[in-house]
């Protein structure tokens, strides 16, 4: 069994709700909190979890690591362990994952264009 | 600093749960539970308040006030009451919540392509 099918399958029923079956499911699971600026972040290639942390402002601990646990668990991302260093752990976006970047890129178009507007009238 | 880290750094903390104006809000704010898909109905065309109701399965009459509220609070969504027909008040997505359109269609596009696989591989 690959890693990806590994960590799918480890799902918990309650993971469920957020699946990314539908438009409904992908769309509230991409939006939950701190779940976009991380695949953002991925975007540009694998990166340790430090890095994560340090280039997400604000996010605790407790947050990244549960989100990421949720990333992997719908294959949107894994965890690679390096064959050299061995306690070198990066994060990587799947195929899957990669997909995300049109739906990350419509989203910063429209703050672009119309971030401060929306709140200001 | 490119200027899609530009729009990501200048959100402030106090913006960042329901506000529009940065990357972090609006990726939040179309993915709260409901939101997306009130967003996709509309896209079509103004509806009514009931149209709404009937067409979102499941949705709560709570959550349906609340969002459209959220909606029109943000300059997303206005109400709109004939002038014909008194009581006849309709929802449309201002010039705004039209142009979140790529982002639901972009969510749309990976759906079709990996909803399934997403879960099921």
Same mark, same amino acid.
Not at 75 to 79: P, R, T, Y
């Given at each position: 069994m690959s890693e990806r099918e590994e960590?799918?399958?480890? @799902?918990?029923?309650?993971? +469920?709700?957020?699946?990314?079956?539908?438009? #409904?499911?992908?769309? @509230?699971?991409?939006?939950? +909190?701190?779940?976009g600026i991380i695949?953002? #972040?991925l975007l540009n290639g694998p990166k340790r979890y430090h890095e994560l942390l340090s280039e997400i402002d604000s996010i605790s601990d407790r947050l990244l690591t549960e989100r990421l646990k949720e990333l992997e668990a719908q294959?949107?991302?894994?965890?690679k362990v390096s064959k050299i260093e061995l306690r070198k752990v990066e994060y990587e976006?799947?195929?899957l994952g990669s997909e995300l970047e049109p739906i990350i890129a419509a989203v910063l178009v429209w703050v672009k264009r119309n971030g401060c507007k929306a709140y200001k009238r």
């Open positions: 960590s799918i399958q480890s @799902e918990s029923p309650e993971n +469920r709700v957020t699946t990314c079956e539908s438009f #409904h499911g992908t769309i @509230e699971f991409i939006g939950k +909190r701190w779940m695949v953002y #972040h294959g949107l991302v894994i965890k976006l799947t195929e």
